[in-house]
């Protein structure tokens, strides 16, 4: 079992100033955001930039994956004032670029899709300049939830396979790897104008040629965009860390998704799926 961190895991702490500052700003604005649900270990850069992803439906989560830092326990009713606040927030923080994400919820019978539609209108309505990317569940596989999100006009709609399919049953129980390609598969189906993007972690234990089976698979279901980082084990209730992947590796699957007509890569150990998702989505945007 692998606990220490290799010398380029090690992440020069933020200025505390700037994360006070920027929790400050969020608090204030009655919204959660996955940056810290999630244990981020991007906050100090990405507050310093004035940036965050925000997160919908409540910090609950109905699934219980085992690499997830999010909580798993019965859900929180939709706050129907969140899609405006979040807009607002947009708007006060002056973002071009925003992500927006959700906690899975089984519970919903369109899987907070409809939520999702309304957050869309609200933020383009308060801000008709600023790109929106939403990092959506699988919704259970239904294309009625999925036609709900794009039908409101997201520029950018990640939905990340995580892992390698093998190991799916072991990390995502309650999800499933070709679940998730077909739906990526049919946002192109749907609108071939919205741009695609999905990210996988590495060292849950997965073989060098599964990620590249996984790459091959995004690639044949029109992912435009990917991201790949290292997986870092949130308690020692989750999934242990199988291996540290060196700096030359993720170089080598970034080269290897522009070999093979990814738009964007970023894979790096630190990369997470809304890092730099403006400098992604402008590369996706001209390409």
């Not at 906050?43 to 989560?61: D, I, M, N």
């Not at 741009?195 to 996984?214: F, H, N």
Request: net charge positive.
């Amino acid at each position: 079992m692998m606990e220490k961190h290799p010398v380029w895991l090690r992440k020069v702490s933020p200025d505390p100033k700037i994360l006070t500052g920027m929790k400050k700003r969020l608090d204030g604005l009655n919204i959660q955001t996955v940056c810290e649900g999630a244990q981020c270990p991007n906050q100090g850069e990405c507050f310093s930039r004035s940036t965050a992803t925000f997160l919908l439906l409540g910090p609950v989560c109905t699934r219980n994956c085992r690499f997830c830092a999010i909580k798993n326990d019965n859900p929180l009713p939709i706050d129907k004032n969140e899609p405006a606040n979040v807009a607002g927030a947009v708007q006060q923080l002056n973002l071009r670029h925003v992500v927006i994400t959700s906690v899975a919820r089984d519970d919903l019978d369109d899987g907070g899709s409809a939520h999702f539609a309304e957050t869309i209108k609200r933020v383009r309505s308060f801000n008709p300049e600023t790109s929106i990317e939403v990092l959506i569940p699988d919704f259970q596989g239904s294309a009625y939830a999925l036609k709900a999100v794009i039908k409101s006009r997201p520029d950018v709609i990640n939905h990340n396979i995580e892992t390698v399919s093998r190991l799916y049953r072991k990390v995502r129980p309650q999800a499933d790897y070709h679940r998730s390609l077909k739906l990526l598969r049919c946002v192109k189906e749907i609108d071939n104008n919205i741009v695609s993007k999905s990210g996988i972690m590495l060292g849950l234990g997965e073989e060098r040629d599964e990620v590249l089976t996984a790459m091959s698979d995004l690639r044949s279901a029109e992912c435009d965009l990917i991201t790949i980082g290292q997986y870092l084990r949130p308690s020692k209730q989750h999934h242990p860390v199988e291996r540290y992947i060196p700096p030359n590796e993720f170089e080598e699957f970034k080269n290897i998704a522009y070999d093979t007509d990814f738009k964007g890569a970023a894979s790096a150990s630190f990369v997470r799926s809304s890092y730099r998702a403006a400098e992604l989505y402008r590369r996706a945007a001209t390409f």
